[in-house]
């Protein structure tokens, strides 16, 4: 089983960046879908991007936020830039062990096995 670990998150003024990191750890996840949600508070969990041969995106972060996965380092990257104060949240990453069919990104919470701790990410006005 695979275990995940959430970094890079902080609090960052409105129109800046940030990456966030998730590391895996207990098994190599080159076979995994990543994905990353987030939960402001109050709010339910929401999609924000999922990776598998590429990335398939929220349409609130498609034009701003990037995936990408480092093989050597275990590790599927969340680039984000032109922070809004509508992205601060706590960041989740998540991992799924089943294939999914070509083309499609699995966007809801239970499409997932595997949740890391999650970051804070603040996004002041």
């Known amino acids: 089983q695979v275990q995940l670990v959430e970094s890079g998150g902080g609090l960052m003024q409105a129109g800046g960046s940030l990456r966030l990191s998730c590391a895996a750890s207990?098994?190599?996840?080159?076979?995994?879908?990543i994905g990353w949600f987030r939960q402001a508070l109050g709010r339910e969990r929401e999609f924000v991007g999922a990776?598998?041969?590429?990335?398939g995106y929220a349409d609130s972060v498609s034009d701003r936020f990037t995936l990408s996965r480092d093989y050597a380092k275990n590790t599927v990257f969340l680039q984000m830039k032109s922070l809004k104060f509508e992205d601060t949240a706590v960041y989740y990453c998540?991992?799924?062990?089943?294939?999914?069919?070509?083309?499609?990104?699995?966007?809801?919470?239970?499409?997932?096995?595997?949740w890391g701790q999650g970051t804070q990410v603040t996004v002041s006005s």
């Open positions: 990776l598998t041969w590429s990335g």
């Open positions: 998540a991992a799924r062990g089943r294939a999914v069919g070509v083309g499609r990104f699995p966007k809801t919470p239970d499409e997932y096995d595997v």
């Open positions: 207990g098994r190599t996840f080159s076979g995994y879908v």
